[in-house]
């Protein structure tokens, strides 16, 4: 699973934070590593300088082997904790969206 960061120029110590939004997304996504052939995180601060809450924008997309790409968009006080609501996020969609078709696998073999 490769991980890609993009994140505008408010962010700061970009490497640290890479290095955690790496470890994060690696953590949220694990038991679903073997089917994410990649994910996109786009880290942007929509007020810039000003202060305010949520602010900190995280969009996630995911890219699952032979399946249309998942995204999700979380927003938080700071980039750490928009980043882990976003994956704890993806991670609960994607797992959705594949028992959906393990479901609809099941009730089709059961019909033929």
Same mark, same amino acid.
């Given at each position: 699973?490769?991980?890609?960061?993009?994140?505008?120029?408010?962010?700061?110590?970009?490497?640290?934070?890479t290095v955690r939004v790496?470890?994060?997304?690696?953590?949220?996504?694990?038991?679903?590593?073997?089917?994410?052939t990649r994910v996109e $995180? @786009?880290? &942007?601060?929509?007020?810039? %300088? =000003?202060?305010?809450?949520?602010?900190?924008?995280?969009?996630?997309?995911? /890219?699952?082997?032979?399946?249309?790409?998942?995204?999700?968009?979380?927003?938080?006080d700071s980039f750490d904790?928009? $980043? @882990?609501? &976003?994956?704890?996020?993806? %991670? =609960?969609?994607?797992?959705?969206?594949?028992?959906?078709?393990?479901?609809? /696998?099941?009730?089709?073999?059961?019909?033929?």
């Open positions: 699973m490769k991980i890609l960061i993009n994140a505008d120029k408010s962010v700061g110590d970009y490497d640290a934070l790496d470890g994060v997304v690696r953590a949220a996504l694990r038991h679903l590593s073997d089917r994410i $995180v @786009h880290l &942007a601060d929509e007020n810039g %300088a =000003k202060e305010g809450g949520e602010d900190k924008r995280c969009m996630m997309e995911a /890219r699952l082997e032979g399946r249309q790409p998942v995204a999700v968009t979380s927003h938080g904790a928009a $980043v @882990h609501d &976003a994956a704890t996020s993806l %991670a =609960k969609t994607i797992d959705s969206a594949l028992a959906r078709v393990e479901a609809r /696998r099941g009730t089709h073999d059961a019909n033929v």
